[in-house]
T-cell receptor
Framework: GQSLEQPSEVTAVEGAIVQINCTYQ??????LSWYQQHDGGAPTFLSY????GLEETGRFSSFLSRSDSYGYLLLQELQMKDSASYFCAVGGATNKLIFGTGTLLAVQP | DVKVTQSSRYLVKRTGEKVFLECVQD?????MFWYRQDPGLGLRLIYFSYDVKMKEKGDIPEGYSVSREKKERFSLILESASTNQTSMYLC???????????????FGPGTRLTVT
């Protein structure tokens, strides 16, 4: 079967760095995506890793290790507006994504 | 500006009613998806479609059906609504693999359905 695991909640303070981990079990792995969803809003795409290593986009970075079936999203210089749920998702050969259950990030002043 | 729209933000229906949720995208995407989102369970795929008139079951298709008569429109149908179908329903679209970036899905604002 296919499954993803990520922590249910993470708390951090403004200006800090936080890492949200995701481990996965899937067949036909193509890549790992990350989505952000603010309360009451729609999920929005953040990043995608198909190859091992770190991808950086501004304050956000995403890492993948295919051999460990593991990835993470790194958020730097946290801001209050980063308080949201973050979902990892794996893509396979079928044009669809399998989403994790989400990590609720609370940024405190 | 890319857009996925859903017919209603909030919907209240009675048990046993037939419910139609409509989704329209303006990005000429081949793939369209219906998810439901429940607290602690994340996004679960109900059905998806990779072309007009084509559909495939997702992880939780029981009690649902879909229709895709035009490329831009994907409908989710609850044949006989039940209280356990009370949920947030999210529509999404993406390019098909090979035709574009399939892993970037664009989501609509969601429909919060309450079945009483």
């Amino acid at each position: 079967g296919q499954s993803l695991e990520q922590p249910s909640e993470v708390t951090a303070v403004e200006g800090a760095i936080v890492q949200i981990n995701c481990t996965y079990q899937t067949s036909g792995f193509y890549g790992l995506s990350w989505y952000q969803q603010h309360d009451g809003g729609a999920p929005t795409f953040l990043s995608y890793n198909a190859l091992d290593g770190l991808e950086e986009t501004g304050r956000f970075s995403s890492f993948l290790s295919r051999s460990d079936s593991y990835g993470y999203l790194l958020l730097q210089e946290l801001q209050m507006k980063d308080s949201a749920s973050y979902f990892c998702a794996v893509g396979g050969a079928t044009n669809k994504l399998i989403f994790g259950t989400g990590t609720l990030l609370a940024v405190q002043p | 500006d890319v857009k996925v729209t859903q017919s209603s933000r909030y919907l209240v229906k009675r048990t046993g009613e037939k419910v139609f949720l409509e989704c329209v995208q303006d990005m000429d995407h081949e793939n369209m998806f219906w998810y439901r989102q429940d607290p602690g369970l994340g996004l679960r795929l109900i059905y998806f479609s990779y072309d007009v008139k084509m559909k495939e079951k997702g992880d939780i298709p029981e009690g649902y059906s879909v229709s895709r008569e035009k490329k831009e429109r994907f409908s989710l149908i609850l044949e006989s609504a039940s209280t356990n179908q009370t949920s947030m329903y999210l529509c999404a679209s993406s390019f098909r693999e090979g035709a574009g970036v399939y892993y970037e899905q664009y989501f609509g604002p969601g429909t919060r359905l309450t079945v009483t």
